[in-house]
Structures are given as C-alpha cells and as structure tokens.
C-alpha cells in the first residue's frame, strides 16, 4: 500500500520529465498506472470478502504514537475501487476534454496527487496520519478548483472552498486529539479497543462535535454546502472526480469509519441525522429550479450527500447496508452526468438549460446515457438507482429515530429528484431545438465514452445486483464490527416499499408535468425562493472576509505605526504586567534573601554601573553617551567574572567591545542629538522604565529562593566528560547538550551578517 502511494508521487512528478513532443501520452500513462492499482485492489479483494484485513505498519515517532499505519479491509477496500475505477475513466475523459487547453501538465499533476492523497486518505489506519492526507485533498482541490486562474470567479471559489474545508479540518484535527488523549494512540486498532472508554469519556461531547464539523464541511452538509457551489468553476473532469468518488466522499468515509468508535449514542443519532435530512432536502428542493447545469447536479449531490450522512447516522444494520449501496449509485450515476455535462457544454457552448432542445438528433449516443443516469438518479426499474431508493426507504421505515418524519422527508426529496431528472432530460434532448444554439463542429464523441461505461454500470449492476454482494458485504461487517450477510434484488414483491417507490415515480412525474408545462410555475417557484431563501451564503461569506479584511487593516495601521520607540514601549508594558501577574500569583512564595554591602568592590562596581547608566540617560554629547555604556556593560562582565561566569564575561566583554566600536563609527556620520521629547514623554518613559526595573528585580530577587525542581548542573558535571568527552563543562553544554540551540543562534547570526552584507552591497551599486 506505501509503494502504491510512491508510485502516485513518482508519477506526478515524471510527467514534468516526459518531452513535450510525447505529452499528448501523459493521459494514456496515467491511465494504465491507475488501471493497475485498480488492478492491485480487485486481486486484493477474495482476501478481504474472506474477512481479513491487511495491514502495513512502518515506525516513524512511534514515543508520540505517530507510525505509518495503513489498512486494507471491507470499508477502504470500496472506496479505494470507487477512487481508482472512477479515476480511470476520468483521465480518459479528460484526455480529450482539455487537450486544447495550457498547463494540462500541470493539470494532471494536480490530479494524480488529489487521486493518490484520496487513496491514502482511506487507507490510513493513524489518524493524525489520515489528517495529513485529509488536509491533502483540500489544497489540492484549491489548485484545481482554480486552474483558471486568470477567472476571478474561479479564485474566489477556490478560495471559499479551502476556508471552508481548512477550517473543517482544523476542527477535525482538535476533535482527534481530544479522543487520542482518551485513548491515549492515534490508532484506529486502538480506538477501536478503547470505543466504550471514548463514549463514556467527558471528552466525547466535544469531540463529536468538533469531528462532525470537520466531516460537515468536507462532505458539503448545510450551511456549509455552498463551497461545492462554487467548486463548479473547475473544469468538468474535476467536478465529476470531486463530486462523485473523492473530495465530498471523504467526509462520508471518515463518518462511515468512526462509525464504531463514536456511534451508537444517543449524540450521534441525533445530530447526524438531523443535519443529513436538512442537506437532503435542502439539495433536492434547490436544484429543481437552477437553469446552470452544472448548478443542478451540484445541488442533487448536496442531497445525496444529506441522504448518505442521514443513513449513516440512523444507527441501524439497514441504514448501513442502504449507504453502502447509495455510495454506488451516486458515484455511476453522477460522475456520468457531469462529464455528460461537459460534452453538452463543449457541443453547444452554454451550460443554461433553457438552451438546450432537441439534442437527440445531434447526439443519440449522448441522450441513451443520460436516459440510462438520469432513471437511475430518479430511482426507477430496472437501474441500480432503484435498489438503491428501494433500500433507503426501507432503512427509514425500520428506523427507530421518528421513521414517519424521515420516510415523508425521503418521499418529497424524492420526488424532486424524480421531477429534476424528467426536467433534465426532456429539456436538453426531448424539448424543441433553439436556433439560436449552435452546435461546434468538434468531433467530442471520445467524451461519451467515460460516461457510456458508468451508464452501462448502472444499468447492469441493477439487472445483477449480486455483484456488489462481495464487496458491500465485508465493508458492512467493518462499520458494524459484526458478520453481516445481505442480499440485494431488483424484485421485493408487492409492499409498502413498492407503493411507495410508485407515489414517489407519480408524484414526481406530476410536478414535472406542471413545471414543464407552464414554465409561469418555475419563475413563481424562483420567485418564492429568493424570498425563502434570502440569505445567500456565498455572498454572506465574500462579505465577512471583505468586512475582517478591512477590520484587520485597520488594526494593522494603528499597531504598525512604524515608530520603534512605541513598539519597544508596548513589548515592555506587556512584559511587566504578565510579570506582575505572576509576582501576584506567587505573593505566598517565601524569599530568604538578605542584602549586604559585602564585599565592597563589588558594591562600588554597583555604584558605577549605576551611575553611568544615569550619565547615558542625561548625556548631551554622543560619544560620551556610548562611554558611559561601555562602562556599564563592561561592569556587569566583571560582576560575571567575579561568580566565576566566566564565558558570560568573555562574551559581554567581546559584545560591549563590538558594539562600541559600531557606534563610534556610526555617530561620525550622524548628526547631534536632536531634542524630540517633551518633559512628559520623559516623565512617562522614566516611569516605564523604572517600573520594569523594579519588577525584574523582584521577580530575580523571588526566583533566588525558589526550587521548583531539582537542578541540572550535577548532570552536566558528570556527563560532560564520560559522554561528551569534554572537560569544559560549558563548552560541552554549547556544543553538545544545547547544540541545536547553538545551531540556531549560529543560523541568526549568519542570516544577519548575510543581511547586512546585502545591504552594504546595494549601496555601493547605488554609487
């Protein structure tokens, strides 16, 4: 599995190395590469419907409980075939779709690491792991999302997506850390031994919440639905990935694995079903008025994502079953329609439904796999879709979590999805030809291959359902943590579940009648829309950025003046009042100093440092101001030297030394100090000063006396030489015991030197 996820880099990054000449190939490379990994998991598949799991493990910071862990069992094994099979089609969809257009390298680069960073997203069994992978896809859907860069709408939806989803997963990333400190791992073994101990833990409110979030705003729940909106600005081959087997599946996965871990309570089976009812319908009543095709199969897949977070929330062995087979006949029937989409688009130039008519004399082909996708969305006999409506309604009557509410919101959500495709299909290939629609000349029909395979899919696996058995049946076992057989027919005789498939089919129908009819029922529906649905999310999320942007440029402008003296002055009024704080805190603490003028040098060096510190503060003439300095820095090296500090004092001394220097040179060719303070700034800046003064002192004087743990130095002093091979106990410390800090104050002080070298150079080019 680790060399499958090496094999995904090596290839995005070679095809930057293949000759432009072959570049036409890359496409074609792609393909057989995603072929064989395809190939790798069906091989893989006996093993897992026997019911074992397979597992990698390569150590990595295993004291912090961070391995490279993955896992191949039921549930990664359906994904990871939804991810890869779909993958294939996709770049050869794609190969023709975007053979016109510039940066397809860079295109394919993109799309081979989302396609690579969504297997390792399921397969990885370290959660701090599959966040990596989770954090992956979204920036990854950003750069494609915004592939055309130079559309503003493109880089605004990009960049709406990657808020969302990044603040989801910032929310995810809390929530795993709060149940790896209950389970005390990042491991699924582990939390999977530790469920009871996670739910029962005070830590599991908080942590469900901030997971769902997460999965939310990954899997496009409402209100964080309306950054998939605005995904459509990626060309078509990236919609229908995304929309179909990747981006918005991931939240789905996520919720599908915690499944045994935070499931089962009375947490989860309110809130996630709740949200996903909302999304279902939400979805589906939404995109029965979009005229944007593009724009309606968006909003079908916010229901469908709905009916999936729904289902998996219902806590049930039948809401399960019904997922698992709902995740199929989304991904055919979906990923069908969107590269149909982009045909159409690239025929006709307009993704505006009300432009399309009559397309079925231009493209047979293209109207018998709509006709095929579209049943199946719609739920209708004999597709795959039907099975899969069939067992939805079946889960929601068995429902012990108000199954009436749930099976009248699935019938009415239904029904849209029924009247949407009816609509879709008799206005773009049914209805009356537009004059004003012209038809390119292209020859586009490549594109229907892709699209052709998934429609013949569904339609095949709804004839023989049994296939999916293998591979449904070890997944469900997975969610479940127990042996599940299931059985899946297209026939369930007469029940209530046929009666109601049949009012769904008529109803549906019905309002497809009426919209299609009077098209005055459409315009009024927009209307009362608009009025319902007042709030715009997108516009309402454009304008909160706008709103901070300005909020923060007005703090940047009143905190970045530009004045150091303010800047010093904040630094040190913060530091004291933090300080006094803790000398607050430790009020209680005990100091058994005591103040003696012995031995007098040392109390005349005091007076001196003192003293000059005065006269540079007073000074009037600046070389007698950088004098009195370096007798009060070279001062405080002799108080070093005398308790035997002695590197401190070689190093102040070196310092003090240096610095005098620079000034001199410096105020040479400076002017006379300039008189810039008033009495009052003085005043207030000697009271700062004096303030910060007297709060170092005491905090030095408390810190005397405190012992909080025991000291280090002895250490140090029988390890310098037995482990480091040094007498010098200071030098050893440097080098050996502190030698990343050294390292890092050798890096400063080389970057500085590096920057005034730059400097220096740039004004003798000026000359």
Not at 324 to 335: E, N, Q, R
Not at 551 to 576: D, E, V
Not at 673 to 679: D, E, I, N, P
Request: proline share 3%; aromatic share 14%; charged share 10%.
């Amino acid at each position: 599995m680790l060399i499958i996820l090496i094999l995904y880099l090596v290839l995005a990054f070679g095809l930057f190395l293949i000759p432009n000449k072959l570049s036409k190939y890359k496409p074609l490379l792609i393909t057989w590469v995603q072929l064989g990994i395809f190939g790798y998991f069906i091989f893989q598949l006996p093993i897992i419907s026997a019911g074992k799991i397979l597992t990698i493990s390569v150590e990595w910071i295993s004291h912090l409980g961070l391995d490279l862990e993955f896992t191949l069992d039921g549930l990664s094994m359906i994904f990871t075939l939804l991810i890869t099979f779909i993958g294939i089609l996709i770049f050869i969809y794609a190969r023709t779709y975007i053979k016109n257009y510039t940066g397809t390298t860079k295109f394919y680069f993109y799309l081979v690491l989302f396609s690579g960073s969504m297997v390792g997203l399921v397969l990885s069994s370290n959660f701090i792991q599959l966040f990596i992978f989770w954090e992956l896809t979204s920036i990854l859907s950003y750069l494609l999302i915004s592939f055309f860069n130079e559309n503003e709408q493109a880089q605004k939806a990009a960049f709406q997506s990657l808020f969302v989803t990044g603040f989801g997963g910032l929310c995810l990333l809390a929530g795993i850390i709060l149940i790896g400190s209950v389970a005390e791992s990042y491991s699924l073994t582990d939390w999977l031994d530790k469920a009871h101990l996670i739910r029962n833990s005070s830590n599991y409110l908080p942590a469900l919440i901030l997971v769902l979030i997460g999965i939310f705003t990954k899997s496009a729940q409402f209100p964080f639905h309306f950054w998939l909106l605005g995904a459509m600005q990626a060309p078509t081959p990236v919609s229908a990935y995304l929309h179909s087997a990747t981006m918005v599946k991931a939240g789905i996965f996520l919720l599908a694995r915690l499944y045994p871990i935070l499931g089962a309570t009375a947490e989860w089976t309110q809130i996630v079903p709740l949200i996903g009812a909302l999304t279902m319908l939400t979805g589906a009543y939404l995109a029965i008025t979009q005229i944007d095709i593009k724009l309606i199969l968006a909003y079908t897949t916010i229901s469908a994502l709905g009916i999936l977070t729904l289902l998996l929330g219902m806590d049930t062995p039948l809401s399960v079953k019904a997922a698992l087979v709902f995740l199929f006949v989304h991904a055919f029937y979906k990923a069908a329609l969107f590269m149909l989409a982009g045909f159409l688009t690239k025929l006709t130039g307009t993704r505006v439904i009300d432009h399309f008519g009559g397309l079925i004399k231009v493209t047979p082909w293209g109207f018998i796999i709509a006709l095929i996708a579209l049943l199946s969305m719609a739920g209708l006999p004999p597709m795959l879709g039907f099975i899969g409506k069939e067992l939805i309604y079946e889960a929601k009557i068995d429902s012990p979590w108000i199954s009436s509410l749930l099976v009248f919101l699935g019938v009415l959500t239904n029904v849209f999805m029924v009247a949407v495709s009816f609509l879709l299909l008799f206005k773009v290939f049914l209805g009356q030809s537009k004059p004003d629609t012209k038809i390119a000349k292209g020859n586009y029909n490549m594109l229907l291959f892709s699209p052709g395979i998934l429609a013949l899919l569904s339609l095949g696996l709804g004839l023989f359902p049994d296939v999916l058995t293998t591979i449904i049946e070890p997944a469900i076992s997975t969610i479940l943590a127990d042996k599940i057989q299931i059985e899946l027919k297209l026939w369930h005789g007469f029940n209530m579940i046929l009666l109601l498939s049949v009012f769904t089919v008529l109803l549906g129908s019905l309002l497809f009648i009426l919209m299609y009819k009077n098209k005055r029922i459409i315009k009024g529906w927009q209307r009362i829309n608009n009025r319902l649905f007042s709030i715009n999310f997108t516009r309402v999320f454009s304008t909160g950025i706008n709103k901070f942007i300005d909020f923060s440029a007005k703090n940047t402008h009143f905190i970045q003046h530009g004045y150091n003296r303010y800047y010093i002055i904040t630094i040190i009024i913060f530091t004291s009042v933090l300080l006094s704080f803790q000398l607050f805190m430790t009020r209680g603490w005990e100091t058994n100093s005591s103040f003696t003028l012995r031995p007098f040098y040392i109390s005349g060096l005091v007076v001196i440092i003192t003293f000059s510190a005065l006269m540079s503060v007073f000074s009037k003439n600046s070389i007698f101001t950088v004098t009195a300095l370096a007798v009060t820095g070279y001062g405080i090296s002799l108080i070093y030297l005398y308790y035997s500090a002695v590197d401190l004092a070689i190093t102040q001394i070196i310092i003090e030394t240096l610095m005098v220097v620079m000034f001199v040179l410096a105020l040479r060719r400076l002017p006379k100090f300039t008189k810039l303070s008033g009495l009052s700034t003085k005043i207030r800046d000697a009271i700062i000063a004096l303030s910060f003064g007297v709060i170092m002192t005491m905090l030095a004087l408390k810190a005397i006396s405190v012992d909080i743990s025991p000291s280090i130095s002895g250490y140090f002093v029988e390890n310098s030489n037995l482990k480091a091979f040094g007498k010098n106990v200071v030098n050893v410390i440097l080098v050996d015991f502190r030698a990343l800090d050294t390292l890092g104050e050798i890096t400063v002080l080389v970057i500085a030197a590096l920057g005034v070298l730059t400097l220096l150079n740039v004004k003798k080019s000026k000359k």
